[in-house]
């Protein structure tokens, strides 16, 4: 399995608004920016992850965007899934159809095998990146 570049750039943007956590806020430009991502992809990625209720919008003087929620209570799992949909290997889980799928012992088990994945990736904060990333 391999992240789509956009969920990647979700992933690092967060990190980077994480950055600002505290009261301050930023916006996509500032955001575009410090993670060197074009303006048009930043601001693409505040809408999903605003959508999610992961990043809240404020308008008006004062106004600009912050972590809807403290980042120790963001996970990887929730930024990919803000711009994936729900984590799944394969897509006979999610009902499309598969021309093996009369014959196939396996598609039972495969809801476990995502769960796992999930878990995995619901394990790590942001906050765990955040550090990571001032390690480097």
């Known amino acids: 399995m391999r992240l789509s570049n956009l969920a990647d750039y979700a992933v690092v943007t967060m990190c980077a608004a994480s950055r600002h956590c505290g009261g301050e806020r930023t916006n996509a430009a500032e955001l575009a920016g ?3 991502l074009p303006l048009p992809t930043v601001q693409k990625l505040v809408s999903k992850l605003s959508s999610a209720g992961l990043i809240r919008s ?3 003087a004062g106004g600009g965007l912050q972590l809807a929620r403290p980042a120790a209570a963001i996970s990887v799992a929730d930024i990919v899934e803000a711009v994936e949909g729900p984590i799944a ?3 006979c889980v ?3 159809e598969c021309s093996v799928e ?3 012992s396996v598609k039972p088990h495969w809801p476990v095998v995502n769960e796992a994945l999930r878990g995995a990736l619901a394990a790590i904060p942001l906050t765990q990146l955040a550090r990571m990333e001032e390690m480097a």
């Open 34 to 36: 410090e993670t060197g």
């Open 58 to 60: 404020t308008r008006g």
């Open 89 to 91: 290997l394969t897509a």
């Open 94 to 96: 999610e009902g499309t």
């Open 102 to 104: 009369h014959d196939c």
